[in-house]
């Protein structure tokens, strides 16, 4: 069988949306998969990495992703076997990367899903049982460990995540963009990973904390869903996109951050924020801004920091599965 599943980046939290929402966004990473039934040979992988992909890492990706301990799409692939308590095939995986690694792009997520989509496929045409899309979304956002990455990355467009204790699921809300807007950013030559990143977030907060999130989140919602804008919601944007829970405890960790986010809002940004866990830092202007003349990295450069220049639109479609042959 062989198939092939493209996936979309994705950025998350969007300021105060901390681990609820994403959006999709139009970089992707293309999964083929060759599963020849069952076999004890190991797993093999190929890869290949867009200009951006190799421009903003300087690791050994090869090396990092052949590892079947390091490969999520491996790892999540075998999952749906282990869940259902059946062989794991073999498999021959070739990857085009265009999603940075480590940046706050949801490239985990993509690897995820498609190693899961891929053996779903995989077991409906041959074992007679498969997972409803929903389950398939629940069982990523399990492994994964929050659900603002994988529900854009699946769905497209921009998607919230309500949690449900009692069943301990998620139930994915597509929200629609229609605000006049877009979106610029760079993408800094260094990586945080999601671990890292998530030590210097305190785990319990004021309630007057959580009244100034919740009401930002709100306002977000009610302005990125207006087509339309009138006097005075540019400037409640920029209260919108505030944060307290993330955000502020994160920059320390990315040198330039906080003078990148001062230096674009001086040059007409409707407001700026961190990517996920970072280091990708991305703006929102006016859809009729011209930015043509504003140097987005400079004061990252100013750090001593590298960074390209990124500008990225949303993705509305999400995964996208095609079976070539069976």
Known sequence: MLLKIKVPATTANIGPGFDIWGMALNLYNTFSCEITGEGKEKPEFSFSYSPLVK??????????????????FYKSFCSIFQQLNLDIPQIKLSVNIEIPLSRGLGSSSTSILAGMLAANEYIRHFKNTSFHINEIFQLAVQMEGHPDNIAPALYGGWVLSIYDDKLNLYTPVLLPVEAP???????????????????????????????????????????LTKKVWHAGDSDLFKKAIQDKIHQTQRSSLIPGMVDTFNYWMEKGALAAY???????????WDEAFSLDNVDLKKMMGEAGIEATPFYPTIDRTGTIIETISI
Do not use: C, E
Request: net charge positive; aromatic share 6%; hydrophobic share 40%.
């Open 181 to 223: 807007v877009q979106l610029a950013g760079i993408i800094p030559h260094i990586t945080l990973a999601t671990k890292d990143a998530r030590k210097v977030i305190s785990q319990s907060h004021h309630i007057a904390t959580i009244a100034y999130q919740s009401s930002r989140t709100a306002l977000m919602t009610w302005l």
């Open 55 to 72: 421009s903003t890492t300087n690791a050994d990706l090869d090396q990092i992703l052949s590892n079947p301990q390091n490969n999520y």
């Open 274 to 284: 961190l990517s996920g866990a970072g280091t990708t830092l991305l703006s929102f």
